[in-house]
C-alpha cells in the first residue's frame, strides 16, 4: 500500500490570499480574523469574508482552521468564544489555538470543533504532544525547532493525534513560544500578535545576529512522507498572494510526484522570497552560524521580478472540480444534461429539439458551449463527454446554454451543504472559579542562574525557597544542598535529551530536592512521576484564569504569571486562580532561548560539527544592541542559549502594590549578578530603595 501523502496547509493573510492558496491546489487553509491572532498586522478577515471563504473551500474538497493563537486575558475570554460560536455555525473546520484556557473554555462549549495546539505551545517530545492531546487537541503543531529524526520517533512514539510540520517560509530564531524580545524592548508582544521582529535588526556593531534565513525543506520531501506527519505547512500570512501561489504551487507538485525539489525549482523558491537563501539546520539537527540572513536588495528585485511573472499566471489560474458530462439530445424529446462530480450528480432538462431546416446541431457546438463553464467552479475535460445526438436537430444556442448554466448551479447547490450538520453550542454555564484557600500572604522565592552568584546565607533567610536549574545544581550538589531546595527544569527538552533529564530528576531526588520548577508541557509528568511539588515557570504563559485553572488540574502546586501582565491583570488572575500564582518582581529576564549557539558565533568558532567549547565555561557574554545596552548571553542546559533583558524589573520602591498577596508570590531572578550585587538588591528590597538605573515595572 502506498505511503499516506501530508496534507499541504496553505496561508491565507486576506481573501485575495485566500484565492491564491485554492489555485496552488491547498488541502487546508488557515487564516485569521481581526482579533485574536497571532499575525495581527495581517489584512485578515472580517466575519462575512470568512463564512464566504469556508463555504468556498468545502465546495472545492478544501479545510479551513482559524488561528485564535493569541494569548489572552479573561475579559477577552467572552468576546472570543462569541467568534467561536460564530466559526462553528458556519463550518469551519477547527481552531489552532495556544491560550490553555481558552482551549479549555472552547472543548467544553463547542463539542467536536476541532483544536490543534499551535507551535507556540513548545512540543518537542511525545510526552508534550501526549499532555496536549489530553488538552483535547486533536493536532500538534510540532515545534519548528525539532529535526527531521526527532519528527519521526515523536510520531512513531505517540501516534495518536495528527501532526502538522512546517515546511517553508520565516523561521523566528526563539524557541517556539519562548519569546519576550519584540514584548520587553518595544512593548509589543509576539504572544498577542503584535511582534515587531527586533531579532531582525542589527545591534550597535551593524551585525544582525539573530536574523535567520528562511526554512526551506522542499529537498527533503520524500524523507518528509514517511515521517508520519498529517499536514505540512507553508508559512506566510504576511506574504503577497503571488508569494501563496507560487510557493504553494511547487509543493503541491513535490507532494502529487512524491519527489524532492529539483535544484530549478529551489532557485524559483528562492526567487520568490528569501533572506541570502534557505536553511535547513533545524530539520538536519545542526543549528549554526550559516542559519543567519537578511534580506538583501538583490533578494527584493528578485522577488519583484517572479511576482509579476506569477501574477499574470494567477490572473489565468482558478481552481475548479472536473466534471464528466452526459449530454442526449433526440427528436420529439427535451434536451437532456447531466453533470457528474465526486460521487455527486444533477440531471436537468430543456427544450425540445426541432427539425433542422438549414443548419443541424453538430457535436462539435454542442460540445463547444456545455464545456463554457468560465463564471462556475467546474471545468470539463473533452474526454468525459458522452453525447448523444439525433441527426438533423436544431436548438438555439442560448437554449443550450441555459441547460448548462441550470445544470452548474444546481450541482454547485447539491455540492455546497453543511460539512457539520446539527452543530450546537453547549449552553451550560462556566464551572465557578474556586481561589486557592491559602492566596493570602506571600512567599518569597529566589532563582539563580549560576551557583557562584548566590550571596551568602544571611542573605537568603527571607526566602522561602531557592532555585537553580537542574544541570547546575549537580555540577557540585554538595556545596548548594544545604542553600537550594528547587531546581528548574530546561524550558527545552528534545528526544536525546529525555532519559539524561529523568536520570538527573532522580539524582536530585536522591539529594533531597523537594520543588521543580516547569516550563515546558513536556516534561510535567516527568517531575510529577518521582513525587517532586511541581510549579510553573515563566515559559508556562499563564495570561488568564482559566489557564491556572488548567494547570491546577494537572498537578501544578504553584504558577509563575506572565511577565508581559501589569500589576491589575496579575491580581484580577490572582484573586480568582485555584493555584498560588507568583510574580517576578525583579531580575533581568529571558527574552529567547536559542536552539543555535549564539556564544559560538560570537567567538568565531564555525564548525557546528564539532563539540563547542565557546560557551562550556557557562561564563555570560554581552553584545550591545541598538540603544547601547549590554545583552547578556549564557549557555542552558546541553548545550542552548539563553538572552536575557539587560533591564531588570525591579520594584523595591513600588511594593505596596505588590505584597500581602496582591499577585502571589513574589520572585527574584538573578542572572549575571555577582554575589555582592545580589546581596545588594535584595537589601534594596528590604528597605524600599529606589534604583538609579533603567528599569522595567510590572
Known amino acids: 500500500m502506498p505511503e499516506k501523502r501530508p496534507r499541504l496547509l496553505l496561508p491565507a493573510g486576506s481573501p485575495d490570499c485566500f484565492e491564491a492558496a485554492l489555485s496552488a491546489g491547498a488541502d487546508e487553509i488557515y487564516a485569521g480574523g481581526k482579533r485574536f491572532n497571532a499575525r495581527i498586522g495581517a489584512d485578515n478577515f472580517t466575519d462575512e469574508e470568512l463564512s464566504e471563504a469556508i463555504k468556498k473551500a468545502h465546495f472545492f474538497g478544501v479545510s479551513v482552521f482559524v488561528t485564535l493563537n ?39 462549549r463547542f463539542p467536536g470543533l476541532r483544536l490543534h495546539a499551535s507551535t507556540q505551545c513548545s512540543a518537542h517530545n511525545p510526552a508534550g ?115 501563496v501561489y507560487g510557493v504553494g504551487s511547487i509543493y503541491r507538485r513535490l507532494l502529487d510526484e512524491g519527489r524532492n525539489a529539483t ?18 539546520a533545524y530539520f538536519e539537527g545542526k543549528p549554526g552560524r550559516d542559519m543567519l540572513g537578511v534580506r538583501t536588495d538583490a533578494d527584493k528585485r528578485a522577488t519583484e521580478e ?68 468560465g463564471n462556475t467552479p467546474f471545468s470539463v475535460d ?77 542573605f537568603l533567610g ?30 527545552v527538552v528534545m528526544m536525546n535529551e529525555f532519559t539524561m533529564l529523568e536520570e538527573m530528576l532522580i539524582r536530585v531526588k536522591l539529594c533531597g530536592v523537594k520543588n521543580v520548577m516547569v516550563s515546558n508541557v513536556g516534561t510535567l509528568k516527568l517531575a510529577l512521576k518521582y513525587g517532586f511539588a511541581v510549579h510553573g515557570g515563566l515559559y508556562m504563559n499563564v495570561y488568564n484564569g482559566r489557564t491556572a485553572g488548567v494547570l491546577a488540574g494537572e498537578g501544578f502546586s504553584s504558577v509563575l504569571l506572565c511577565p508581559e501582565l501589569n500589576i491589575a491583570q496579575m491580581k484580577a488572575i490572582a484573586s480568582v486562580s485555584p493555584v498560588r500564582t507568583g510574580a517576578a518582581v525583579y531580575g533581568k529576564l529571558p527574552e529567547a532561548v536559542l536552539e543555535k549557539c549564539m556564544i559560538r558565533d560570537m567567538t568565531g568558532t564555525v ?57 502571589g508570590d513574589l520572585h527574584f531572578f538573578f542572572t549575571d549578578e555577582t554575589p555582592e550585587e545580589a546581596a545588594e538588591i535584595i537589601e534594596a528590597y528590604r528597605s524600599r530603595t529606589p534604583h538609579t538605573g533603567r528599569i522595567k515595572r510590572m
Open 129 to 243: 504532544a501526549k499532555l496536549l492531546a489530553s488538552r483535547g487537541f486533536s493536532r500538534v503543531v510540532l515545534a519548528r525547532e525539532c529535526s527531521g529524526e526527532d519528527i519521526k520517533k515523536i510520531t512513531e512514539a505517540f501516534p495518536d493525534v495528527e501532526y502538522e510540520m512546517f515546511v517553508h517560509g520565516a523561521l523566528c530564531v526563539c524557541t517556539s513560544g519562548m519569546c519576550e524580545m519584540s514584548a520587553y524592548m518595544g512593548g509589543r508582544s509576539g504572544n498577542r500578535g503584535d511582534c515587531a521582529q527586533p531579532c531582525r535588526l542589527p545591534d550597535a556593531d551593524g551585525v544582525c545576529r539573530l536574523s535567520l534565513k528562511d526554512n526551506c525543506l522542499a529537498g527533503h520531501i520524500t524523507e518528509i512522507i514517511g515521517s508520519g506527519v498529517s499536514s505540512l505547512k507553508v508559512e506566510g500570512r504576511m506574504k503577497s498572494p503571488e508569494y
Open 263 to 280: 535544484d530549478e525549482e529551489v532557485r524559483e523558491l528562492s526567487r520568490i522570497f528569501s533572506r541570502s537563501g534557505f536553511t535547513d
Open 607 to 663: 564548525d557546528p560539527l564539532k563539540k563547542c567549547e565557546a560557551c562550556g565555561d557557562g561564563q555570560f557574554r554581552y553584545f550591545t544592541d541598538r540603544s547601547g545596552e549590554k545583552v547578556p548571553v549564557c549557555r542552558e542546559f546541553v548545550h542552548r542559549n539563553v538572552i536575557y533583558n539587560p533591564v531588570p524589573i525591579y520594584m523595591a520602591d513600588k511594593q505596596d502594590a505588590i505584597t500581602g498577596g496582591a499577585v
Open 306 to 373: 517572479a511576482e509579476a511573472e506569477i501574477k499574470a499566471e494567477l490572473n489565468r489560474k482558478k481552481r475548479r472540480i472536473p466534471v464528466s458530462v452526459r449530454a442526449a439530445f433526440r427528436a420529439g424529446t427535451p434536451a437532456e444534461l447531466t453533470f457528474s462530480t465526486a460521487g455527486e450528480s444533477v440531471t436537468v432538462y430543456g427544450e425540445i429539439p426541432a427539425t433542422a431546416k438549414t443548419s443541424p446541431l453538430t457535436q462539435e457546438d454542442v460540445v463547444k458551449n456545455i464545456c463554457k463553464l
Open 70 to 108: 493569541t494569548l489572552l486575558l479573561d475579559r477577552e475570554m467572552p468576546d472570543a468564544l462569541r467568534f467561536t460560536e460564530f466559526l462553528y455555525n458556519n463550518d469551519v473546520d477547527g481552531l489552532i489555538v495556544a491560550d490553555p484556557g481558552f482551549a479549555a473554555a472552547v472543548r467544553r
Open 382 to 458: 473533452p474526454s468525459s463527454f458522452s453525447l448523444t445526438l439525433d441527426d438533423d436537430l436544431s436548438l438555439p444556442v442560448s437554449a443550450v446554454n441555459s441547460l448548462r448554466r441550470t445544470a452548474a448551479e444546481r450541482l454547485k447547490e447539491k455540492i455546497t451543504k453543511p460539512r457539520y450538520p446539527g452543530r450546537a453550542a453547549v449552553s451550560d454555564p462556566e464551572p465557578s472559579a474556586q481561589p486557592a484557600a491559602d492566596r493570602d500572604g506571600c512567599f518569597y522565592i529566589v532563582h539563580f542562574v549560576r551557583s557562584k552568584g548566590i550571596p551568602k546565607r544571611q
Open 462 to 491: 527571607r526566602f522561602s525557597h531557592v532555585y537553580l536549574p537542574i544541570d547546575e545544581y549537580l555540577n557540585a550538589p554538595m556545596a548548594v544542598r544545604d542553600m537550594t531546595d528547587g531546581v528548574e527544569l530546561p524550558p
